[in-house]
């Protein structure tokens, strides 16, 4: 949007700066708030509501529960800027966190929803799982993740790059789970799947890429040990350059039981020409179509059986790719957001004009 003359602002809540010189570079103006800690609210929420007031933007889009609550809570304070929620997930369970705030989150993102003039989610799924839980199913459309197909994009010399350094031989048959370590993303079944296929066929090396809690992370390392998987499974922690990662795998994983939308690394393996197995959540389904396995229910067998599967067949990456290059396009996320975020803008200046 800032690349097409948008005057884009940022508010962060923590200090991360992982696209910080990214969003930068593109005219994005990014401002983090210092928040301290999870119990930093008030003092917070005055420093939010400042600087939304220095800026006095036209929207106010907020994304994922703990923003959207902060933003709901607050908007009687931007003086009649309109503000839209962003869904990006659905159906999460809270049970799978040891965390009774993720569970509150959720029911209070729900009860403030009727404060956002308009909610965009990612996916079908995530509308869906949003009005059966109370949010107002008439101010909620559905805008899909775009994928940047330029930046994913089949490459020989990627894929080369990557398995020199990960590939033991040429002929190894390479599986990835892409994600935080999180309990959500569901790397345990991976691990089990992982170690029943690895009886039947020892030409196969599993990748876990992503980053999580040590003590979590540790966890899982152990418990693929515990599986026999020894050196067939590794953990490379941050890689950023995804592009090799997605060109180096023969085979992409979704192992997820809950709470995904839209699984943007879908899109980009495929965008890579990979080809995907993915558990039947959120709108994976809806990304792979008719060119990858989707499991309903997944199971360690089930997902053994399907890896097997694709590793056996030739697949067409540049039909893989054309599936997201004409379905998911970055072109279509930015039109469908800026005529919502337009029209919710005039709407309020209408209203303003006539009170």
């Given at each position: 949007m800032a690349k097409r003359r948008h005057v884009v602002h940022i508010l962060t809540f923590y200090t991360d700066g992982a696209y910080?010189?990214?969003?930068?570079?593109?005219?994005?103006?990014?401002?983090?708030?210092?928040?301290?800690?999870?119990?930093?609210?008030?003092?917070?929420?005055?420093?939010?509501?400042?600087?939304?007031?220095?800026?006095r933007p036209d929207v106010i889009y907020s994304y994922m529960p703990g923003a959207n609550i902060l933003?709901?809570?607050?908007?009687?304070?931007?003086?009649?800027?309109?503000?839209?929620?962003?869904?990006?997930?659905?159906?999460?369970?809270?049970?799978i966190y040891d965390d009774w705030i993720v569970s509150v989150s959720l029911r209070f993102e729900a009860a403030l929803s009727h404060c956002a003039d308009r909610i965009i989610a990612n996916s079908n799924a995530g509308k869906s799982a949003a009005v059966a839980s109370g949010f107002p199913g008439?101010?909620?459309?559905?805008?899909?993740?775009?994928?940047?197909?330029?930046?994913?994009?089949?490459?020989?010399?990627?894929?080369?790059?990557?398995?020199?350094?990960?590939?033991?031989?040429?002929?190894?048959?390479?599986?990835?789970?892409?994600?935080?370590?999180?309990?959500?993303?569901?790397?345990?079944?991976?691990?089990?799947?992982?170690?029943?296929?690895?009886?039947?066929?020892?030409?196969?090396?599993f990748i876990c890429v992503g980053v999580g809690p040590p003590a979590y992370a540790e966890n899982l390392m152990l418990r693929a040990l515990q599986a026999g998987l020894g050196h067939s499974i590794m953990w490379t922690g941050k890689i950023d350059d995804m592009r090799a990662v997605y060109n180096g795998l023969d085979l992409l994983c979704l192992a997820s039981l809950t709470g995904e939308g839209f699984p943007n690394v879908v899109g980009e393996a495929m965008a890579c020409g990979t080809p995907c197995v993915v558990n039947d959540v959120g709108?994976?389904?809806?990304?792979?179509?008719?060119?990858?396995?989707?499991?309903?229910?997944?199971?360690?067998?089930?997902?053994?059986?399907?890896?097997?599967?694709?590793?056996s067949v030739r697949h067409d990456a540049r039909a893989l790719r054309a599936r997201i290059t004409e379905n998911f396009p970055v072109e279509r996320l930015y039109g469908e957001t800026v005529r919502v975020l337009t029209e919710l803008r005039k709407t309020h200046r209408g209203k303003d004009a006539g009170s």
């Open positions: 910080e010189a990214e969003l930068n570079a593109a005219g994005v103006t990014v401002v983090c708030l210092q928040k301290k800690n999870r119990w930093d609210l008030l003092p917070f929420a005055r420093r939010m509501v400042a600087a939304i007031r220095r800026v933003a709901a809570l607050t908007k009687p304070f931007f003086g009649g800027i309109p503000l839209v929620w962003g869904i990006r997930a659905s159906n999460l369970d809270p049970s008439a101010r909620i459309c559905v805008i899909p993740n775009g994928i940047d197909t330029t930046r994913f994009a089949i490459d020989p010399d990627a894929r080369r790059r990557f398995r020199e350094r990960y590939a033991s031989h040429s002929q190894e048959k390479l599986v990835g789970l892409v994600g935080r370590l999180d309990p959500m993303k569901n790397h345990d079944l991976f691990i089990h799947a992982a170690a029943l296929l690895k009886r039947q066929r020892s030409d196969v090396r709108d994976a389904a809806e990304v792979v179509g008719s060119l990858g396995i989707v499991l309903s229910p997944i199971s360690k067998e089930s997902l053994a059986k399907a890896i097997e599967e694709s590793l």
